[in-house]
């Protein structure tokens, strides 16, 4: 991997069954190309279920192909970083089970950025009806994801992240 090219971010596992964990982690070690133990605990908002988090380094794409290896799976629920570099935007995708995937650029703070055309589309079909407006901006926001996450985020408030670098 070339350093000019390379991203890093970070992988949070909200929710997974037990026996889905070690499919998780070959996905995961599949992308990075290197192999992966996340440090899995209880997740306190699902019974009978584990998050963790886990930072990686990669090529810049790296996490929309993390995001492609994990999407679909039942019962997980996970969020995916790639923070920005001085070739690439950064990225954020979300997914749950009933909600699918969401995608959102991000800048150099993490804040989502929504493309001009996409504000312009959300005015124009809101049109004088301030809570159609509303709804197009919170879609283009991913506001379902996050209120379906925040619950799972807060259990993971303080949990330890672990760095991990590709040597060699």
Known sequence: MSNKHAARGVIFIHSVMPAVQP???WAVSSVLGYEVHFEWTEQPAAPEMNRAELSWTGEV???AKLASA???WEHLRYEITE???SVSEGGRWSYTPGL???YAQTDLTG???IPEDRIRSAMER???DPRELRRL???ALGQAWDDELEVFRYAGAGAPVRWLHRVG
Do not use: K, S
Request: net charge negative; glycine share 24%; proline share 4%.
């Open 23 to 25: 499919h998780v982690e």
């Open 61 to 63: 794409g790296t996490g």
């Open 70 to 72: 994990l999407n679909g």
């Open 83 to 85: 923070d920005p570099t």
């Open 100 to 102: 699918g995937i969401f």
């Open 111 to 113: 804040n989502m950025v």
């Open 126 to 128: 809101g049109g004088q």
């Open 137 to 139: 901006l919170d879609l």
